[in-house]
C-alpha cells in the first residue's frame, strides 16, 4: 500500500539526485579549471568518469543511511543534516578508492566543490520536490480514498499512519462501524462516534452501497478477531465491486515500527519485531563501518595509548588492561579490554559489584580516565576483531544480566545486536546509577531504529553528550 507509492518516489528521488550530483560535478569541474589553462580543460576526459562513479557513489550513501526512507515530520534542517551525513560519507567512499587506485591524479579541489555545490543543490532540491508535492496533493492531484472497516486501535493506528505519510496522497474517505443498524437509511451518528474523532459514514451492513456511493480506491479491513465473521463478507462484497481489499492484522499492537511481512512458499509470515542491523544488506553496512572506523581512531589514537599505558604503570601496582567478561550479540559471553582504572582486586568482587559514585577501589588516574570516558578506548580493538561495535546497547557483566532479565521486563531483547562502545542511552545521559527501564527503552528504541544516519548522530552526540557526563564515575 504505502509500499508503493513509497518505491515510486525513493526512484524519483534517486533520479534527482543523480542529475543533481551530475550537475553539482560539472560545476566544480568548471569552477576548478574555469581560468586554467583550455587544453588541459578539455582533455580531462577521465573526470567523466570520475563524475559517473561519484553520482554512483552518492546515491549508494544515500541509500546506505536511509535518506529515501518514509520519515515523519522531515523538516528542512532535518533532511539537510542527512544529506550533509551521506555526503560525508560519499567522500570516505570516494577518497579511499583514489587511494588504492592511482592510476590518476584528480585535483583534490574538484571533489571538494563538489562536495560543497552537492549539499547544497540536494538539499534545495529535495525542499522544493517536496513542497511542490505538497501542493499537489492538497489541490487534490493523484489522490487515493480509502475507506476504513472498523473504528477500534487498529483503525486509530490507520489514521495516524496516514496522517504521518500525507506527501503519498491517500485520504480517508470514511470510517465504517462493525454493528449493525437499526433501521433503514443514513447513519445516524451517535454521542459515543464524537469521541472517536472519526469520520463514521455508517456501518457494514450498508457496505456495498458505501462503496458505490464513496467509489474509494481500497478499502481496508481494521476489525479484531471477535469480528472475524465480517471478513469473509467484506471480501465478497470488495470482489462483487471490484475493490482492492486489504487486512490489518488484529494483533498489530505488538508490531514495532519496523515490523515486516516475508512470504515463505506462498505462505505470509509477519515479523512481530523486525531487526534492520540483522539484515544481510545492513549488517555489511554496519560492519564495514565499524571496522573502518575504529582502524581509523586505533591508527589516530595510539600516541594517547602509550601516555595513559604509562600514567596507570606509573601510578598503581598492576596490570595496564583489563579483560572483563561481558554478554553481548545473542547471549553469548566475550571479553571486553578496558584501561584499569581501579586498584587490582579479586575477580570476584569486580565481577559482582557495582561500581558507585567516589568509588574508593577506583585510582587518582581512573579517574579521570572514567571521567572522559578514556578507559573505555581499548574497546575499538574489540571492534576490529568483531565482537563489539563502536554504538549499540552498553554490555553488561554476566552476573548482573542474570538478575535483571528476572527483575525488569524487555531486558534480554538488549542481546539482539552487538554491543557498543557507545549507544542512545549513554548519550541520553542513561549510565552510571540512572534508571536500568529508562536504560532498556532506549536501547529497544535504538535497536528498533537503526540507520547508519542514527549510528552517526550517535557518535557526533557522544564527545559531548556520552563522554563529559556527570553519571560517569
Not at 462493525?178 to 462516534?193: A, H, L, M, R
Not at 505462505?267 to 539484515?279: A, F, G
Request: aromatic content about 14%.
Amino acid at each position: 500500500m504505502l509500499k508503493e507509492r513509497s518505491q515510486t518516489f525513493k526512484l524519483s528521488f534517486i533520479a534527482l539526485d543523480l542529475f543533481i550530483s551530475g550537475i553539482s560535478f560539472l560545476l566544480a569541474f568548471g569552477i576548478r579549471f574555469f581560468f586554467s589553462d583550455m587544453e588541459f580543460y578539455f582533455s580531462g576526459i577521465n573526470y567523466i568518469f570520475l563524475g559517473i562513479i561519484l553520482s554512483l557513489t552518492q546515491v549508494l550513501a544515500f541509500i546506505s543511511i536511509e535518506l529515501y526512507h518514509p520519515r515523519r515530520g522531515l523538516s528542512f534542517s532535518e533532511e539537510f543534516i542527512a544529506i550533509l551525513s551521506g555526503v560525508l560519507v560519499n567522500l570516505l567512499i570516494i577518497l579511499a578508492l583514489l587511494f588504492f587506485f592511482r592510476g590518476d591524479s584528480f585535483s583534490r579541489l574538484v571533489i571538494s566543490y563538489y562536495a560543497f555545490t552537492n549539499i547544497i543543490l540536494t538539499s534545495l532540491s529535495h525542499y522544493i520536490f517536496r513542497l511542490v508535492l505538497k501542493n499537489l496533493r492538497k489541490k487534490g492531484y493523484n489522490l487515493r480514498q480509502v475507506m476504513i472497516i472498523g473504528t477500534g486501535q487498529n483503525a486509530l493506528k490507520l489514521k495516524e499512519i496516514f496522517e504521518k505519510h500525507q506527501i503519498y496522497g491517500y485520504q480517508i474517505a470514511g470510517y465504517i462501524k462493525s454493528e449493525k443498524q437499526s433501521q433503514p437509511g443514513p447513519y445516524i451518528p451517535k454521542p459515543e462516534d464524537d469521541k472517536l474523532n472519526l469520520n463514521i459514514i455508517g456501518t457494514l451492513d450498508h457496505l456495498e452501497s458505501l462503496i458505490r456511493e464513496n467509489k474509494p480506491d481500497l478499502v481496508i479491513y481494521a476489525l479484531n478477531h471477535r469480528e472475524e465473521e465480517y471478513l469473509r463478507e467484506a471480501l465478497d462484497t470488495c470482489d462483487t465491486e471490484g475493490i482492492d481489499l486489504k487486512v490489518v492484522p488484529d494483533y498489530l499492537e505488538f508490531v514495532t515500527s519496523r515490523g515486516r511481512v516475508e512470504s515463505l512458499d506462498g505462505i505470509p509470515i509477519i515479523s512481530i519485531r523486525d531487526i534492520p542491523i540483522r539484515l544481510g544488506y545492513n549488517r555489511f553496512i554496519k560492519r564495514t563501518f565499524d571496522f573502518l572506523f575504529a582502524l581509523g581512531f586505533i591508527l589516530v589514537f595510539s600516541p594517547f595509548y602509550i601516555l595513559i599505558a604509562l600514567s596507570i604503570k606509573l601510578s598503581s601496582r598492576g596490570p595496564i588492561f583489563i579483560k572483563q567478561e561481558r554478554v553481548g550479540l545473542d547471549n553469548e559471553s566475550f571479553m571486553m579490554l578496558k584501561f584499569r582504572s581501579m586498584y587490582v582486586q579479586e575477580k570476584k568482587q569486580s565481577d559482582t559489584q557495582w561500581t558507585v559514585k567516589d568509588d574508593p577501589r577506583v585510582t587518582g588516574v581512573g579517574k579521570i580516565l572514567r571521567k572522559l570516558s578514556l578507559d573505555e578506548t581499548p574497546q575499538f580493538f574489540n571492534v576490529l576483531m568483531g565482537s563489539m561495535s563502536i554504538v549499540g546497547p552498553r554490555p553488561e557483566r554476566p552476573f548482573f544480566v542474570e538478575q535483571f532479565r528476572e527483575k525488569h521486563h524487555h531486558y534480554m531483547r538488549r542481546h539482539a545486536v552487538k554491543a557498543g562502545i557507545t549507544g542512545w542511552a549513554q548519550v541520553n545521559g542513561l549510565r552510571g546509577d540512572t534508571s536500568i527501564d529508562e536504560r532498556i527503552k532506549a536501547d529497544i528504541y535504538y535497536i528498533e531504529n537503526w540507520s547508519l544516519l542514527f549510528d552517526i548522530k550517535i557518535i557526533l552526540m557522544t564527545p559531548i553528550k556520552g563522554v563529559l557526563d556527570k553519571n560517569a564515575y
